[in-house]
């Protein structure tokens, strides 16, 4: 179900920075929790960011804490992921997400929170 349009990502030189954008539109701007995942080749996809409107903090995995920062724009449903010193090791395919908890196919739980809405992807790639 493509519910959420993502953009942003590329190339970038280790300690570099890359601005990823979601929108979403359809039942996906009533979810309360966003999130952003990344999955590297050949695993599983990985919750690195999380926040929900409705009072809270983010929350970020280790590897990208501090350096990371998930934010929100409701008045245009969008959410974005700003990613500082990157590292080669950041170099994945990284997916935004919106909660969806009618435990449709392609849901995957971070944080205690289930995602259902998923933006296409998009490849960060950190190297020289």
């Known amino acids: 179900r493509i519910l959420m349009e993502q953009s942003g990502g590329g190339s970038v030189q280790p300690g570099g920075s890359l601005r990823l954008s979601c929108v979403a539109s359809?039942?996906?701007?009533?979810?309360?929790?966003k999130a952003w995942f990344r999955q590297y080749p050949g695993k599983d996809r990985e919750g690195i960011a999380v926040?929900?409107?409705?009072?809270?903090?983010?929350f970020y995995v280790d590897s990208v804490k501090g350096r990371f920062a998930i934010s929100l724009d409701d008045a245009n449903n969008a959410f974005y992921l700003q990613m500082d010193k990157l590292q080669p090791g950041d170099s994945a395919l990284y997916y935004c997400?919106?909660?969806?908890?009618?435990?449709?196919?392609?849901?995957?739980?971070?944080?205690?929170?289930?995602?259902?809405?998923w933006g296409q992807g998009t490849q960060v790639t950190v190297s020289w």
């Open positions: 926040l929900c409107n409705r009072g809270g903090s983010p």
């Open positions: 359809g039942d996906a701007t009533q979810s309360n929790c």
């Open positions: 997400a919106a909660e969806d908890d009618t435990g449709v196919p392609g849901t995957w739980t971070f944080h205690g929170v289930d995602f259902g809405f």
